[in-house]
T-cell receptor
Framework: DAGVTQSPTHLIKTRGQQVTLRCSPKSGHDTVSWYQQALGQGPQFIFQYYEEEERQRGNFPDRFSGHQFPNYSSELNVNALLLGDSALYLC???????????????FGPGTRLTVL | QQPVQSPQAVILREGEDAVINCSSSKALYSVHWYRQKHGEAPVFLMILLKGGEQKGHEKISASFNEKKQQSSLYLTASQLSYSGTYFCGTDAGNNRKLIWGLGTSLAVNP
């Protein structure tokens, strides 16, 4: 079992550009959550996808959008990048049991995004 | 509302004990504990649910005081492998999202 995988590992972009990050969940998991983790901070919840729909969203602007595919993999898109978007972006997968927040989340290694 | 973790940092010698606290200004439905080692992804430790149910590793213990809206993680007979940053995530119920604290940095030295 490969666990949760994310790509790319590192990314450097300039202000105003757009970026797409990818996540493949752990085998058997159907729910994907995305987090932003700034240096020295805890993860900040961006949104969660289940059955190809955004089920819950944190306090992030519309520049942050996502998608979940039929195979449960997911993408995070960020438009009009700002310097403050520089962070580690973590993807976590879990198995929905009708209330998946109460199931263990498995995190991927993250994508380190640097905006110059 | 972001939960408050205390202390911010702890330095232990191998074999010593530590307690990490997580408190919220809101009524909580569940508290989640994760550990993140430098440069690695967070790893699940425990979930404590309102009503007393727990899910987690046998070697890690924690408590959840619903009335005080706080949880404590107990690390006994610490090992070098316990080093890392411990995060608590809280959920106020019915919204499927966790709000994470800023973390407690734990260093265990030989």
């Amino acid at each position: 079992d490969a666990g949760v995988t994310q790509s790319p590992t590192h990314l450097i972009k300039t202000r105003g550009q757009q970026v797409t990050l990818r996540c493949s969940p752990k085998s058997g998991h159907d729910t994907v959550s995305w987090y932003q983790q700034a240096l020295g901070q805890g993860p900040q919840f961006i949104f969660q996808y289940y059955e190809e729909e955004e089920r819950q969203r944190g306090n992030f602007p519309d520049r942050f959008s996502g998608h979940q595919f039929p195979n449960y993999s997911s993408e995070l898109n960020v438009n009009a990048l700002l310097l403050g978007d520089s962070a580690l972006y973590l993807c976590a997968s879990s198995l929905d049991s009708g209330w998946s927040i109460y199931n263990e989340q498995f995190f991927g290694p993250g994508t380190r995004l640097t905006v110059l | 509302q972001q939960p408050v973790q205390s202390p911010q940092a702890v330095i232990l010698r191998e074999g010593e004990d530590a307690v990490i606290n997580c408190s919220s200004s809101k009524a909580l439905y569940s508290v989640h504990w994760y550990r993140q080692k430098h440069g690695e992804a967070p790893v699940f430790l425990m979930i404590l649910l309102k009503g007393g149910e727990q899910k987690g590793h046998e070697k890690i213990s924690a408590s959840f005081n619903e009335k005080k809206q706080q949880s404590s993680l107990y690390l006994t007979a610490s090992q070098l492998s316990y080093s890392g940053t411990y995060f608590c995530g809280t959920d106020a119920g019915n919204n499927r999202k966790l709000i994470w604290g800023l973390g407690t940095s734990l260093a265990v030295n030989p």
